[in-house]
């Protein structure tokens, strides 16, 4: 099958729908299958592959880190791509990869699906402030039914996105499909070396956060849970791995709440050394947010064997609902502190945990969603319509 993929969004953009768009490719390649990816060019960092075509892009106002990519060469993306042949059209993002998705389609006359890889409704509001919190959903709520109504197929990481969805009045062919780990990727760490590079006493007791320091993620929850913590625990430290927009208020947050020696803010890791090894310098992986469409750090640490302490809320919940390899915690940070407090002081505890978490990692690899996505592809393709049989069905209504 040869597919077309476009993304507003890729590496050296570090996020998790870059890291979807990465490990859905690399499976599909893997089985056989040509993959295109169109995403932005950031003029930095990006290694040149010959099946990505990267588009130039201007930063965008609101979040200087992504790419606007270019409308003009959006636009000649049809001759550009002439002398390929393509089966389908996966869209990951619903900015401008989205239409142009939706016009290639057009002008190949092929099905199009797209997956659904972010709760705009909350994720809106912290990008646009100064707009009311009810403008805001009642905008993303419209976007997306409209655009959702667009595609041939609609793909969602979670149980709670597709009850997001039906909430909306979204009623898109559909299927639940969740991005898989590639569990070689985690199989190796070093967590003694990263302590002694951080200076990190080895009985120290650890908790880790890794991903986007973005304010949806909710770090400043894990901050206000971390200063009640240190009531049991003076000598507990909070990791946290990343960049983000976020980073310069949430130091703000530390310094105001006198959690200097608690903190230790790492940066970007490169993914196939050092982040695996400060995950496992953690005696728990800790996660709070509220918009996370499924939450692939989750099943990270969990296939390194750290046990996870998290609120299950949106798409967290279906990693968690099995109770394996974690503690589900109450989304206040009284109770979160006593849960993680309870793991922190435990040994006997962190290894069941352990033992459950890789697991239960092994049942969300890479290879096996790629095969549920491979399957959704065929029955979208076998529904899809031609263009021209839809214009005669609509000049004869």
């Keep these: 099958m040869n597919i077309l993929m476009i993304s507003d969004v890729y590496f050296p953009r570090v996020n998790g729908v870059s890291t979807s768009i990465m490990t859905l490719r690399r499976e599909l390649k893997a089985l056989g299958h040509t993959v295109i990816l169109v995403a932005p060019a950031y003029g930095q960092g990006e290694a040149e592959e010959a099946d990505i075509i990267r588009i130039k892009g201007s930063p965008v106002l609101m979040d200087p880190e992504d790419r606007l990519m270019s409308r003009r060469e959006l636009k000649a ?54 707009l009311p919190k009810a403008v805001m959903r009642y905008t993303a709520r419209h976007f997306s039914r409209q655009q959702c109504s667009q595609v041939d197929g609609l793909i969602l990481p979670s149980i709670a996105m597709d009850e997001a969805l039906t909430r909306y009045g979204v009623h898109a062919y559909s299927h639940i499909i969740p991005t898989g780990i590639e569990l070689s990727d985690f199989d190796q760490c070093d967590p003694e070396g990263f302590r002694q590079r951080h200076n990190i006493a080895s009985d120290r007791p650890v908790a880790v956060y890794v991903g986007r320091v973005a304010f949806e993620k909710n770090i400043e929850f894990l901050l206000l849970m971390l200063s009640q913590l240190r009531h049991s625990l003076p000598d507990v430290l909070l990791i946290i791995a990343g960049e983000g927009p976020a980073e310069t208020k949430l130091k703000k947050t530390v310094a105001g709440l006198n959690l200097t020696d608690n903190v230790l803010f790492v940066g970007y890791l490169e993914r196939s050394t050092e982040l695996p090894s400060c995950y496992c310098a953690g005696n728990a992986f800790v996660f709070s947010s509220r918009t996370e469409t499924q939450g692939l750090v989750l099943l990270e640490a969990m296939a390194l064997g750290v046990p996870v302490v998290s609120t299950a809320i949106m798409g967290t919940r279906d990693i968690l609902a099995a109770g394996k390899g974690c503690r589900v915690a109450e989304d206040n940070p009284v109770a979160f502190a006593a849960t993680l407090h309870e793991v922190l002081i435990n040994p006997a505890l962190q290894m069941q945990l352990s033992a459950e978490a890789k697991q239960h990692a092994l049942d969300w690899s890479a290879p096996q969603m790629a095969h549920k996505m491979l399957a959704f592809y065929a029955d979208v393709s076998s529904k899809h319509v031609p263009a021209f049989l839809k214009n005669d069905q609509y000049s004869t209504s």
């Design 77 to 130: 993306l049809p001759q550009t791509l002439a002398h390929f042949t393509f089966d389908l059209i996966h869209i990951h993002t619903p900015f401008l990869a989205h239409y142009t998705g939706i016009a290639l389609a057009k002008a190949f006359n092929i099905p199009c699906v797209e997956t659904y890889h972010t709760f705009f409704e909350e994720y809106l509001y912290h990008y646009v402030p100064f």
